[in-house]
């Protein structure tokens, strides 16, 4: 056997620096995304101190959701061209200036604003972070660093109810959800000397690319997200009981698709770069990778909202309790996330359609004992399923992200993973807005004496089941795809090398 080169030390230090960049990656990625959840915990102090209604709640979670997304595509392209290291310290520091806009807003309109603007710094961010790991690493490196990536994008959704539970014990309820945001402030600071310290600088002559290459697809982006808000302003007026619930917009959304499809056909037609390409379309494994992930997000997003306002406002819970119960699927999750490399190595496709398997086991779990018990036992039995379903989750979210890119281009790593990444925050959007308004509707018919946790536990329940529907839809994707795979389909001739 050949014996193992020793690397020389211009070798050890070229991989500690690529290394420090990642953790500086990993660093910013966690903050923007604990954001998506660390809200949930804090909404019923919120909905006391400024006097929100259940729209403006949805609004200040899926509002961060929706503009994240959307900002993406066009981030993922500006840092293409203009070079990752400036659009990545230019996204974190508008993210810390506009959470502490949050921290200080008075009004909850004025809150949903400022969580717009904070959801396009992260938007803006993080196709940055996944354009770097396809930038920093290779092969089984490259899969262990989208293991790592998967394991904080766990860890930051799902601890976030605990670590906001924690700062509205330390401030008290008044000034504690102000906190939940201003924490962002004193990090951010960090990390901003820290990109500019360790993250890598652009080759000689790459930061004076033709400006040119810079082809922004606006009219595309404006059909995305007017298609999109037609889908959640029905719902969203159903969770305010409205009489004329405008359920017409679904048929304007589908109409403005129709319009988005002929304008992204037009634009590339003409030269331009579109906000979805036909190459990306053509790319099978991107495609069933971005609809397995917008139809998981879509059920996965919503369960931390509707399950702290059970816990607090249902159980009696204090928010530090409520983050407790949702603690284990956050330690599962990490441990299953870092392992999923390995798996996703051996077991392809199969491995995401067993962790959503897995996953809708622990929401069924759930979904069962909301609808039987109540008060402690309730909180228990909820903490042992959502550990459950965070071993599921562990292996779907970076090991479909891992095989989605798997034939893209590393130089079009960052357009494609603002894709997939709008994708799946559209579909988070979309499903918060579903979800909860499922939730807020059946708690204000299913209320009444004698109801489980004070009518919490049937509004959760049936906020669960359209979770449980979401990952029908999503496994069902996955093993087409598996299927596709084991079959040897030939892959897009735009293929890169395997990041895994």
Request: charged share 10%; with cysteine.
């Amino acid at each position: 056997m050949t014996p193992r080169a020793t690397p020389s030390p211009g070798e050890r230090d070229a991989d500690r620096s690529r290394w420090r960049a990642f953790a500086v990656c990993l660093g910013a990625g966690f903050v923007t995304l604990l954001d998506v959840s660390i809200v949930n915990v804090a909404l019923p102090s919120v909905e006391r101190s400024l006097a929100a209604g259940p729209a403006e709640l949805q609004w200040i979670v899926a509002g961060y959701t929706l503009a994240f997304g959307l900002s993406l595509v066009p981030a993922g392209r500006i840092g293409d061209v203009l070079g990752r290291r400036g659009v990545f310290v230019a996204g974190l520091t508008a993210f810390v200036l506009a959470s502490a806009a949050c921290g200080l807003a008075t009004t909850p309109e004025m809150l949903a604003l400022t969580r717009v603007v904070q959801g396009l710094s992260a938007g803006v961010l993080n196709p940055q972070v996944v354009g770097l790991i396809q930038q920093l690493f290779t092969g089984r490196d490259r899969g262990r660093a989208f293991g790592l990536f998967g394991a904080t994008i766990g860890i930051s959704t799902a601890t976030g109810p605990l670590l906001g539970g924690a700062l509205l014990a330390l401030f008290g309820e008044a000034e504690g959800w102000r906190s939940v945001f201003l924490v962002n402030v004193p990090i951010g600071a960090v990390l901003i000397v820290l990109a500019l310290r360790y993250l890598p600088r652009p080759a000689p002559g790459a930061d004076r690319a033709p400006r040119a290459r810079l082809d922004i697809d606006v009219v595309g982006l404006v059909l995305v997200a007017a298609s999109v808000l037609c889908v959640m302003l029905p719902f969203i007026s159903l969770a305010e009981r409205s009489a004329n619930t405008p359920w017409w917009l679904l048929g304007v959304a589908v109409v403005v698709l129709v319009v988005f499809w002929w304008w992204e056909r037009r634009t590339e037609r003409a030269g331009r770069a579109p906000v979805l390409s036909a190459s990306l379309l053509r790319t099978r494994s991107f495609t069933f990778g971005a609809a397995v992930g917008t139809a998981y997000f879509a059920g996965f997003t919503g369960i931390f909202l509707v399950g702290t306002l059970y816990l607090q406002l249902g159980l009696g819970l204090t928010p530090l309790e409520a983050g407790l119960v949702q603690t284990p699927f956050a330690l599962v999750g990490a441990v299953s996330a870092a392992l999923s490399g390995r798996l996703v190595e051996r077991f392809g496709r199969w491995t995401v359609v067993v962790g959503i398997v897995v996953m809708s086991a622990g929401i069924v779990g759930v979904d069962i004992t909301v609808g039987r018990t109540d008060g402690v036992p309730a909180a228990l039995a909820m903490a042992a399923w959502l550990a459950l379903a965070g071993l599921g989750n562990g292996v779907v979210i970076s090991p479909n992200q891992t095989l989605t890119l798997h034939d893209v281009p590393v130089a079009e790593g960052g357009t494609a993973g603002g894709v997939l990444q709008t994708t799946q925050r559209i579909g988070a959007a979309v499903g918060i807005a579903i979800i909860s308004s499922v939730f807020f509707s059946t708690l204000a018919t299913d209320g009444g004496p004698g109801a489980l946790a004070h009518g919490f536990g049937p509004a959760l329940s049936a906020g669960l089941r359209v979770t449980l529907g979401l990952f029908v839809l999503a496994v069902l994707i996955a093993v087409v795809d598996a299927v596709r795979r084991s079959h040897g389909e030939p892959v897009s001739p735009a293929g890169a090398p395997p990041p895994a």
